[in-house]
């Protein structure tokens, strides 16, 4: 139908041309911003997608960057760790020299002190942006809560939507040479517990490091000692002789053992020529010099079964005393005791003395020690949460040593602290007792009121004496030891000659640790390059991702657009061509 009123042909055209300019605005706007998806409208789960990970990006762009922070950091402590490395080792061969005769030590020294300036200043100065890891002020640098610093790594979104940052630790103890609180490489390791409130004492160094032995106690046989003797001792006259008592292990009720008190066992002694002729013939009865003496005595005793010896008298360090001997129990009888008496001495001799006197010894009881208290800590120890342990074995007498151990936990555990310390001598009483009681009821552990810890074996469960009781701690091992008990900048071949080799075997070992601490900076240069090419690398693929999404087809979009542009022409022609139409209509009527 055709109609002047309705030009149903140009409403059609029309209709076309505005899709047309809808479509052709679209592609244009793809070609010109890139963007298949510029808006939420495009697409909303790609455009969400797509802006979240547009600012990953970013974030790990910064993580990148603070990577290269860190990496600056690792890279001027490493820079001053090698530098230190190079001046020990001239340090130490400048000891090596002091040791040969004739070198002036002082001259040595004094370069020396200006290598250790020179270590000092490279520690102090090994800063980047403020931050030193060489020379370092932590509290306690063996805490792990607050020895560590950290280097951030990398962006992460979780899989539950949430970020996080990840970091790289370093830990400032295997790095730090000097710290405001000790424990730095080149630094005394403030962890020493010393004695562990007596349980050892020193009693040596090896390496700049302390030896130390367990504290034990024990008893001498009862002796007689210093006896003189002046010969040469001459018994051929007639009724010449040498007669005495001897008793050995009796009890001794000061000890306070419960009675009935043994009285030991007597034998009587007779030295004679008779004797002399039986045992050493070649004498003919003059017995020349105390070493004869001691060889004739001890030959008497051991005939009578006496259960008593004699010996040339020893006195440290000098050596054997002449013209002296000793006599002392041996302690066989079977009896508790350690006692010996000579009594009943009736002598005649030609010529020459003997020194045997009515004279007596009690030894003293073995199983009896004092512990000289001094406070200590149980540290904390790198990660492990317990701290520092100890361990040692405990023995009374002959009996199987048995063996305990405490830790930081345990002490803090047992007295209600937090800081692993025992204070005084009744916390040590309460610490040892709370380990041994159970295996040793015998051992009363207390405080003696003097600053020291008695442990003591009940006399009444243990009545023996002499070196037939013992008493002691064995096998002591503490788990950080052994450490350096040296300061780096402390040592002096001037004021402590004898300790020159000791220096050289310290800066061995003290060289060896900042090398290990170098080591540990480069592994960690090799692990923050490692992590900052993971990082360039996962933002180009995030980046590509993004594309894939989000990113127009520019081959598609510019053929869309031109056929589009080409549409819009032929469009407009045919609204032009259907709005002619009704003024051919109107042409008819005229």
């Known amino acids: 139908m055709t109609s002047i009123l309705t030009n149903i042909s140009a409403i059609t055209a029309l209709q076309t041309l505005r899709s047309l300019t809808s479509d052709l605005e679209g592609a244009q706007g793809r070609v010109s911003s890139g963007l298949r998806v510029a808006a939420a409208a495009d697409n909303a789960a790609y455009w969400s997608i797509s802006t979240t990970m547009r600012s990953d990006s970013m974030a790990i762009s910064a993580a990148a960057d603070a990577l290269g922070f860190g990496a600056a950091k690792v890279d001027t402590a490493y820079a001053g ?59 306690d640098i063996y805490d792990v809560d607050i020895n560590k610093t950290q280097v951030v790594s990398s962006f992460v979104r979780e899989g539950n939507g949430g970020v996080s940052t990840k970091t790289m630790t370093v830990d400032l103890s295997k790095i730090s040479l000097f710290n405001s609180t000790q424990g730095g490489l080149l630094q005394q390791d403030a962890r020493d517990i010393e004695t562990i409130a007596g349980m050892r004492y020193l009693s040596d160094y090896v390496d700049g490091a302390k030896v130390w032995s367990p504290r034990t106690w024990g008893a001498a046989p009862a002796t007689l000692s210093n006896r003189a003797f002046s010969g040469p ?24 053992i419960s009675p009935p008190y043994h009285p030991g066992k007597t034998s009587t002694i007779t030295i004679d020529k008779a004797f002399l002729d039986t045992h050493f013939p070649s004498w003919n009865g003059v017995i020349a010099d105390y070493k004869g003496f001691v060889q004739a005595l001890n030959l008497s005793l051991s005939v009578a079964n006496a259960g008593a010896r004699a010996d040339l008298y020893y006195k440290y360090p000098s050596g054997t005393v002449p013209d002296k001997y000793s006599i002392q129990t041996r302690e066989n009888s079977g009896l508790d005791g350690s006692y010996i008496e000579i009594s009943n001495v009736t002598s005649q001799v030609s010529s020459g003395s003997h020194g045997l006197i009515n004279d007596v010894d009690q030894a003293a009881r073995g ?61 040590m009483v309460t610490l040892l007792t709370s380990l041994m009681q159970a295996d040793w009821p015998d051992v009363i552990i207390s405080d003696n009121g003097a600053g020291g810890v008695s442990m003591v074996l009940d006399p009444l469960a243990d009545r023996k004496a002499g ?10 091992t503490v788990s950080h030891e052994p450490i350096p008990t040296l300061n780096f900048l402390d040592i002096d071949i001037v004021q402590n000659p004898d300790m020159v080799r000791t220096y050289i075997n310290y800066m061995d070992k ?52 031109k056929a589009l542009q080409t549409q819009q022409q032929l469009a407009v022609q045919a609204l032009s061509i259907s709005n002619n139409t009704p003024d051919m209509i109107t042409q008819l009527f005229r």
């Open 233 to 256: 001792l001459d018994l051929r006259g007639v009724g010449d002789a040498i007669t005495f008592d001897v008793t050995v292990d009796r009890d001794e009720p000061s000890h306070g």
């Open 467 to 476: 070196s037939k009781t013992h008493i002691g701690f064995s096998n002591i």
């Open 81 to 139: 760790m090698t530098s230190v490395i190079d001046v020990l080792t001239e340090f130490q061969a400048r000891l090596v020299t002091a040791t040969e005769e004739g070198v002036d030590k002082a001259k040595v020294q004094a370069e020396l002190d200006q290598m250790k300036d020179q270590v000092k200043s490279i520690a102090d100065s090994a800063s980047f942006s403020g931050q030193n890891w060489l020379t370092t002020d932590i509290a």
């Open 367 to 427: 199983s009896q020690m004092t512990l000289p208290f001094n406070d200590f800590q149980m540290f904390r120890d790198g990660e492990d949460p317990d701290g520092i342990e100890v361990s040692f074995s405990f023995y009374v007498n002959s009996e199987t040593p048995k063996t305990y151990s405490f830790d930081r936990t345990y002490v803090n555990n047992l007295l209600g602290k937090t800081n692993g310390s025992i204070s005084n001598a009744g916390e």
């Open 510 to 561: 003290a060289t060896a640790r900042v090398v290990d601490g170098a080591a540990t900076l480069g592994a960690l240069q090799t692990r923050i390059d490692m992590q900052a090419e993971f990082a360039a690398r996962l933002a180009s693929d995030i980046d590509r991702g993004i594309g894939r999404l989000v990113d127009a087809d520019m081959n598609e979009e510019s053929t869309r657009l």
